[in-house]
């Protein structure tokens, strides 16, 4: 049998459990992306003690309605790893152009970048045309 992890003072670790959930419900709203995708590529991209495909019970993904996922880790996971995965899958789907991943404690959030329609009426004259130097 093997022995227990203790600390330094002689008591057991305790376990570890992190909940992210990924919130895609403005690109789904607008049929830009799908969300099963994206589970299937965390699913499959996610290492766990340095080997990809290795989930097993530690790190379980499910897709929670039609714009949410949500990852349960029973491990030491960073949400910095879960946004660059992210940001990689829109990446690879050419959707990294408009959309970005924001993220606070435990929930990231894809959204369009804003886009503010600026006044370039310093390019023109008054009359429309041109400047000429």
Same mark, same amino acid.
């Given at each position: 049998?093997?022995? !227990?992890?203790?600390?330094?003072?002689?008591?057991?670790?305790?376990?570890? $459990?992190?909940?992210? *959930? !990924?919130?895609?419900?403005?690109?789904?709203?607008?049929?830009?992306?799908?969300?099963?995708?994206?589970?299937?590529?965390?699913?499959?991209?996610?290492? *766990?003690?340095?080997?990809?495909?290795?989930?097993?019970?530690? *790190?379980? !993904?499910?897709?929670?309605?039609?714009?949410?996922?949500?990852?349960?880790?029973?491990?030491?996971?960073?949400?910095?790893?879960?946004?660059?995965? $992210?940001?990689?899958?829109?990446?690879?789907?050419?959707?990294?152009?408009?959309?970005?991943?924001?993220?606070?404690?435990?929930?990231?959030?894809?959204?369009?970048?804003?886009?503010?329609?600026?006044?370039?009426?310093?390019?023109?004259?008054?009359?429309?045309?041109?400047?000429?130097?």
């Amino acid at each position: 049998m093997a022995p !227990i992890k203790t600390t330094k003072g002689g008591k057991k670790k305790e376990k570890v $459990t992190h909940k992210f *959930v !990924i919130d895609a419900s403005q690109p789904v709203s607008d049929m830009i992306l799908d969300v099963a995708e994206l589970e299937k590529f965390l699913h499959d991209k996610i290492k *766990v003690e340095g080997r990809i495909g290795n989930l097993g019970d530690v *790190v379980k !993904i499910s897709q929670e309605g039609e714009s949410k996922i949500v990852i349960v880790a029973h491990i030491q996971f960073s949400s910095r790893y879960l946004k660059w995965l $992210t940001k990689k899958f829109l990446k690879k789907h050419r959707l990294r152009d408009w959309l970005r991943v924001v993220s606070s404690k435990r929930v990231l959030q894809i959204t369009f970048y804003n886009v503010e329609e600026d006044d370039f009426t310093g390019f023109y004259d008054d009359d429309g045309e041109d400047e000429e130097e």
